[in-house]
Structure formats: C-alpha cells, structure tokens
T-cell receptor
C-alpha cells in the first residue's frame, strides 16, 4: 500500500506569514497533485507535478516535486485569510490514470487576519 | 473542462434504509469512476473503482455487499449504501480520471439517524 504522510495536520498562522506543507512517501508516484477543499465541497485541483525536481508556481503558491518523486511540498508566501482551507496532496499510483488517488491526511490551514 | 454532477448533495435517512448516490459525467464519457469517503476532519479514502459494464473493484476493508456500485452507462455511476447505520454517516465523493486530470463531484453529505 502506498501511503502519503502529510504534515502539518493543522496550522494556524497570522496573515502575511509564510508556510510550507510537506507530503512524503516511501513509494514513488508517477505524479503528485495538490488540492484545496472547502467544507461540503469536492476537492479542487491546484497543480499536478510530474517530473522529479519540478517546481511550479501559482501566484503566491510554490509547489515542488522531489527528485526521486517520493515527496512534494507546498509553500505559501505572505498568506492571506482567503488561503484558509484544507489542502490535500494526492499521489497517482500509475502512469495511466486508471487508478484512484492516494490522499494524504490533509492540512487544515487557518490564516488569521 | 470536464464536469461531474453528483446528487444529492445532502441526504438524511433512517437507520436500516438504503440511499442511492448518483454521479453523472457531463459532456464526456466516464469509463471509470472512483468513489471516495471522507469522515469529518479527515482525508479522502478510496472505497472502490467502478468500470462501465463490469464489476467494481473494492479497496480492502470496504464491504461490497453494503456499498453497491453500478456503472451501467458511460455517463452514470451510482453508489448505494444499503442498510445504512449511523457509522456510515460521511461525505461521499465521486471522481473520474481524464489523462492526468481528476474531476470530482461536489460530494454527498450522508447522515444516518
């Protein structure tokens, strides 16, 4: 079973601070995805990282895929209250998209004004 | 982009009754549909994978006789929670996979009383 360890599980910081969420596994994934989920809704895809060492930026969010494709990180710069939510990393088990996603436990992020 | 329509969004049922959740793919054909369950403050856990025209594949620990999945057409997959009990109360979400893109339904909040 491929597992994804996501940390921290809960994080509450002040507006303007920076933060990093980590997603680690002992297994190799063909790709890793990051989602954001609002209460009572399905997760919404933020980014997909495919190549080892890949870095993608989405405004104030920076996503990195480890060289060995076993870990990933999400870094938020100058966090804002609108960033509050549940962030989930998810690994794609195979390269064909025929398998379901393996999700990390999620990071509940609260940005206080 | 691909849209998955999930209904109902909320349902309350009495213990011992059955509840059917529908997921429809709009504007595309979904050969495969994934069903996830999410308990409060927890992440998504894959329950089963349904393939059009064949039997669903269930994850370890998920009772196939309790969670009946039907994928009779390329645009509709259903999950029926049979003889529901309070411990089945959860957020159920469906998802399809198109290449590297996973599209999620909006989820169904099931409360069994």
């Amino acid at each position: 079973t491929q597992l994804l360890e996501q940390s921290p599980q809960f994080l509450s910081i002040q507006e303007g601070e920076n933060l990093t969420v980590y997603c680690n596994s002992s297994s190799v994934f063909s790709s890793l995805q990051w989602y954001r989920q609002e209460p009572g809704e399905g997760p919404v895809l933020l980014v997909t990282v495919v190549t080892g060492g890949e870095v993608k930026k989405l405004k104030r969010l920076t996503f990195q895929f480890g060289d060995a494709r076993k870990d990933s990180s999400l870094h938020i710069t100058a966090a804002q209250p609108g960033d509050t939510g549940l962030y989930l990393c998810a690994g794609v088990r195979s390269g064909g998209g025929a398998d379901g996603l393996t999700f990390g436990k999620g990071t509940h992020l609260i940005i206080q004004p | 982009g691909a849209v998955v329509s999930q209904h109902p969004s909320r349902v309350i049922c009495k213990s011992g009754t059955s509840v059917k959740i529908e997921c429809r793919s709009l504007d595309f054909q979904a050969t495969t549909m994934f069903w996830y369950r999410q308990f409060p403050k927890q992440s998504l856990m894959l329950m089963a994978t349904s393939n059009e025209g064949s039997k669903a594949t269930y994850e370890q620990g998920v009772e196939k006789d309790k969670f009946l999945i039907n994928h009779a057409s390329l645009t509709l997959s259903t999950l029926t929670v049979t003889s529901a009990h309070p411990e089945d109360s959860s957020f159920y979400i469906c998802s399809t996979a198109l290449n590297y893109g996973y599209t999620f339904g909006s989820g169904t909040r099931l409360t069994v009383v």
